[in-house]
């Protein structure tokens, strides 16, 4: 059973950065794909990035291109977010999500549906 446990957020000004870390345990880190995902209030869980195995491919929301990178170290068996050039729509609680690294369409991995272990999410605010 692997668990992640998602931790750096916080408030911040929009312009500012902030990044997220994402420690798993209980399995074999490196071969699971790990994604990022997001709800705001009212709204609907979203996809915000993903990152397979090796840390070589990425995918990654419209939304957050070129501001936010994904990022993986699978000697410490966690995930980053890095945020960039934050702004107030980008306020959510993150989550981080795991599965097997094993999906046969790249853009699966947008999905939350394909994702099975879940942490609790960490809350990132950015005021105006």
């Known amino acids: 059973q692997v668990q992640v446990v998602e931790s750096g957020g916080g408030l911040v000004q929009a312009g500012g950065s902030l990044r997220l870390s994402c420690a798993a345990s209980?399995?074999?880190?490196?071969?699971?794909?790990m994604g990022w995902f997001r709800q705001a209030p009212g709204k609907e869980r979203e996809f915000v990035a993903a990152v397979r195995w090796s840390g070589g491919v990425t995918l990654y929301t419209d939304s957050v291109k070129g501001r936010f990178t994904i990022s993986r170290d699978n000697g410490k068996n966690t995930v980053y977010l890095q945020m960039n050039n934050l702004k107030p729509e980008d306020t959510a609680l993150y989550y981080c999500?795991?599965?097997?690294?094993?999906?046969?369409?790249?853009?699966?991995?947008?999905?939350?549906?394909?994702?099975?272990?879940w942490g609790q999410g960490t809350q990132v605010t950015v005021s105006s």
């Open positions: 999500a795991a599965r097997a690294d094993n999906l046969s369409y790249y853009s699966d991995y947008s999905q939350s549906r394909r994702y099975d272990y």
């Open positions: 209980g399995g074999t880190f490196s071969r699971y794909a």
